[in-house]
């Protein structure tokens, strides 16, 4: 009996061991799945059936934060992320989380004007000589009227003033004017107008204010 005891004893201290071992190998395996990674890409929004994909708070535990996003609209990636469960997911800034299964890598150039002018790295002779000619025909004495007062405004003016030096004709590559968004966005209207509205539903879509996008710019370095 007593050898019996301890046979028992010596399978249960050795099963309890390997649980042991398994518990901790998948410990391991879900804390090396939940990995974050610096990223500057671009993605595009996928042909989704209801034209749109939703916006998450979080890729660990994820809740809808009630955004959503256009199809074939382009976001600037600034981390990815897998969860537990090995799931992909982009960061496009301010915590703002999508699937990656719904999004591909790359610059769409038919964007819709309201949604954020990404960075990318390629781009057209063409786009540059019409964006630089028709910028250079708009001199810095237009005026328009802002819809924004306040410390909207002023956040709006420090934004510019990064930017373009507050100059509605300055041109960088694709960018252009005053708050440097991207040509095709703007549809070949270079005015101070559309370039004010242009700019304005932009940041409403991705920031929701002014001072929202200054304070991402002094954190990031562009908005």
């Not at 989704?48 to 009630?66: Q, R």
């Not at 949604?115 to 063409?126: C, D, F, L, R, S």
């Not at 991207?182 to 204010?209: C, I, P």
């Amino acid at each position: 009996m007593k050898i019996k005891s301890i046979l028992v004893k010596s399978i249960a201290v050795t099963a309890l061991s390997v649980t042991g071992l398994v518990a901790a190998n998948n410990n391991t395996n879900t804390a090396q799945a939940a990995i974050v990674e610096n990223d500057t890409a671009v993605v595009t929004v996928k042909n989704v059936s209801d034209n749109a994909i939703t916006v998450y708070n979080s890729y660990k535990n994820p809740e809808a934060t009630g955004q959503t996003l256009a199809s074939n609209t382009s976001w600037k990636v600034i981390k990815t992320a897998y969860d537990a469960k090995g799931h992909k997911w982009y960061d496009l800034g301010k915590n703002q989380w999508v699937r990656a299964k719904y999004v591909t890598r790359g610059y769409h150039t038919q964007a819709a004007v309201t949604q954020a002018p990404v960075q990318h790295q390629t781009q057209t002779e063409n786009t540059n000589s019409a964006a630089t000619t028709t910028a250079a025909n708009n001199t810095n004495t237009q005026t328009t009227t802002s819809t924004v007062s306040g410390s909207e405004a002023s956040a709006k003016e420090w934004i510019a003033g990064r930017e373009s030096g507050g100059s509605y004709s300055a041109s960088n590559g694709q960018y252009v004017g005053k708050y440097q968004l991207s040509a095709s966005y703007l549809n070949g209207d270079y005015s101070a107008a559309n370039q004010e509205r242009v700019a304005d539903n932009y940041v409403k879509g991705r920031y929701g204010s002014w001072t929202a996008a200054k304070a991402f710019w002094q954190a990031n370095g562009w908005y």
